[in-house]
């Protein structure tokens, strides 16, 4: 006991810091590294008016767009184009929610349940509603295949129906909602009548002038200077100009690793190989051999000459049958063309057909005695069309009378597309296929021709580890020895490299032109500092080195960056400044063409509507100046300072436009219709200019 009443009395101040200690240290974890930690990285990819966007729904949301693109797909695949559109898209979907929803509940607007199933049942349905159940055979809205859908939904046990439907009625709903809205601002539109006859007596004349024109390029620009602080004072000025959005700007040197000579030397003695091996491959095994060797795979059909979409394809057409081609290069393969028949058939067909189908169970015999009866049927008078109502199996055919329309390249059961291709227009025959039975009627053959059977046998032309080696070595090299953007335009220049430029690199760009896919260099072009030099990146067929020479933050534009085009704006009133200094006011023309050694020239027809003179191009200045009431047609103007230069001129005459004069209550409803056209266009992005947005996505991507 002793020995324990030691331990609590010289320890029992040390334990009691120990525990304290503990309690603090998980305290502490929970606050840097809990759920709601103060240092744990945000989630928020993007906010407007302070609702925000997570990165799970937004990734959710891609998603789902992306599986929606897919089924547009012939093979259900999407590039990278599609998917930067796409991430796109979704994020102003987001934008564009919480902004009119917004301006929804502010004015109170919303759809009834009622509205929403009147859209759907109402004599005119929803234009979603239509895009989702029109015939794709007839183009048309088919209203009872509608109504069987919705009375479905109650048997569907996996409740993806439902899921559908519900989805249909938010779209509807949202787009009933921005209708309302779109009609309540359209509703404010007036253009007053007052407003009109002023603006139509404006018009009602025209104007002939006698003018001198001083060009600004009789100065030279050499001998006008300008400093910094006039032409940030420019911007300043006029800062609606040159709003800019966040954006990058690198240089880059590539380095593409490119097949060479010995890589393509490879590719030929591997496909020399093969050709002797296919040289002694029996037609029937032909599929098997191209399928197995070849990166065109084998096509077991039949293709009109006028459709072979190959080089030489007169040549390939032409060949013997038993003849090969080539090799020749079809993108970045080697090919080789076998002849394997060749036949006369009609580059169309239309037939159609009734489909007893045995994949969902029915035995053989019942199905063919059931296509055997049919056909008797209708031989015997039964109308072919109601047939197919009744008894086809075929879903993509039975609302319009079974028809199909195949050509020798269309891909279609085999058994069926010969029979079409090489049967006789009016005959008809029951023919089996994987489906089932088929009672099929040739209706028209057209535009008889020769088509051919043809193997391709072919073989890419593969960057060889030792080609790809080198190009990686030599962008690695340059990259070490360029630690500057100095030394990196010196070394190119030295070496007689290609520099390429990419600009206006967005946050969320993932394609840079030249480049492709690209997103690791764009990570890496917002992560560092302007003149930084890149380590290698690795890209398709191609290693990059880049310099970052701008960075552009949103807002105002830097001088820099749009010198030459504010240089010459400057320059020009400085031009003008000149020039209406040396003219003074001039009492006459003559006067002022003395003085500029310019002569008189005469522009007719002018019109207050428009700001284009003819001969001189866009001059508002001079058409405004060409109906000041108070120079009239008496007076000489003073100087006016224009687009291309500096004016003086005096009105000849003013004369009736030769226009009709236009009903005012027309051309009120037209200027009213016109502005309303554009508030479809332009409504939501006057919204989202006023809003306030927040996009982080580029830090997650």
């Known amino acids: 006991m002793s020995v324990i009443q030691k331990i609590r009395d010289k320890y029992a101040m040390v334990i009691v810091i120990v525990i304290c200690l503990a309690i603090v240290s998980f305290l502490l974890q929970d606050a840097f590294f809990g759920k709601n930690s103060l240092f744990r990285r945000s989630t928020t990819v993007g906010k407007v008016n302070g609702k925000e966007l997570d990165i799970s729904d937004y990734q959710k949301r891609i998603q789902d767009a992306e599986n929606g693109a897919r089924q547009q797909m012939p093979n259900n695949n999407i590039d990278e184009q599609t998917r930067q559109y796409i991430r796109e898209q979704v994020w102003n979907q987001f934008l564009n929610e919480q902004i009119m929803q917004a301006q929804y509940d502010k004015l109170g607007i919303d759809v009834t349940e009622a509205e929403v199933v009147d859209q759907f049942n109402g004599k005119n349905p929803n234009p979603i509603v239509v895009q989702q159940f029109t015939n794709p055979q007839t183009g048309q809205f088919d209203r009872a295949e509608m109504q069987r859908a919705l009375q479905n939904i109650g048997q569907d046990q996996s409740g993806r129906m439902r899921q559908a439907l519900h989805q249909l009625e938010e779209m509807i709903t949202k787009s009933q909602m921005q209708q309302k809205y779109v009609a309540l601002v359209k509703q404010a539109v007036y253009y ?60 880059y040197v590539a380095f593409d690793a490119l097949p060479s000579a010995a890589d393509s030397a490879a590719a030929l003695q591997q496909l020399a190989a ?114 197919v109502l009744k008894y086809s199996d075929d879903p993509g055919s039975k609302n319009n009378g079974g028809e199909y329309d195949i050509t020798p390249a269309t891909p279609f059961v085999k058994e069926f597309k010969d029979f079409a291709l090489e049967g006789t227009k009016g005959q008809m025959k029951v023919v089996k296929t994987q489906f089932g039975y088929h009672l099929i009627e040739i209706l028209d053959q057209k535009n008889f021709g020769p088509a051919v059977k043809v193997a391709y046998l072919s073989k890419p032309v593969d960057v060889s580890k030792e080609t790809d080696s080198k190009a990686y070595a030599a962008a690695s090299e340059f990259a070490g020895q360029n630690r500057s953007q100095q030394s990196f335009e010196k070394n190119i220049q030295e070496k007689g490299y290609n520099k390429r430029l990419a600009d206006n690199i967005r946050p969320m760009d993932f394609v840079i032109p030249g480049i492709g896919q690209a997103r690791e260099l764009v990570r890496w072009a917002y992560d560092s500092k302007r003149g930084d030099v890149s380590q290698v990146f690795t890209f398709e067929n191609k290693y990059v080195v880049a310099v970052l020479t701008g960075i552009r933050k949103e807002g105002i534009a830097a001088l820099d960056e749009v010198r030459p085009q504010v240089e010459a704006e400057v320059k020009k009133h400085k031009k003008a400044d000149e020039l209406i200094a040396k003219l003074q006011n001039p009492a006459s023309l003559d006067a002022a063409a003395k003085t500029s050694n310019q002569p008189v020239q005469k522009a007719e027809g002018i019109n207050f509507g428009t700001p284009f003179v003819p001969s001189l191009g866009f001059e508002p200045k001079v058409v405004g100046a060409s109906f000041n009431k108070s120079w009239g047609t008496a007076k000489v103007s003073a100087p006016i300072e224009g687009t291309a230069g500096v004016y003086v001129l005096k009105v000849d005459s003013y004369q009736p436009a030769s226009q009709p004069v236009q009903d005012l209550n027309t051309q009120r409803a037209a200027y009213e219709q016109n502005i309303k056209s554009q508030l479809d266009q332009q409504l939501f992005d006057v919204l989202k200019k006023q809003s306030d947005i927040e996009d982080n996505r580029g830090k997650f991507f």
């Open 192 to 251: 007053p009548k007052w407003l009109a006859a002023e603006q139509q007596q404006e018009n009602s004349q025209t104007a002939n002038v006698s003018y001198v024109n001083i060009p600004y390029a009789t100065i030279a620009d050499s001998t006008i200077k300008v400093t910094d602080g006039e032409l940030n004072n420019y911007i300043n000025a006029h800062k609606s100009l040159f709003k800019t959005e966040e954006a990058r700007k690198v240089e």
């Open 274 to 387: 093969l050709k002797r091996e296919m040289d002694t491959t029996s037609d029937d095994d032909i599929e098997g051999f191209i399928n197995s060797n070849s990166e065109i795979k084998y096509f077991d059909g039949y293709v009109s000459k006028n459709a072979l979409q190959v080089p030489n394809k007169d040549t390939i057409a032409s060949l013997p049958i038993g003849a090969v081609y080539g090799p020749y290069i079809d993108n970045n393969y080697l090919v080789l063309a076998k002849m394997l028949d060749r036949k006369t058939m009609p580059d169309s067909v239309k037939v159609r057909h009734i489909l007893i189908g045995t994949q969902q169970g029915l035995p053989d015999s019942i199905a063919r005695n059931r296509i055997d009866s049919i056909e008797k049927a209708i031989k015997g008078g039964a109308d072919f069309k109601e047939m």
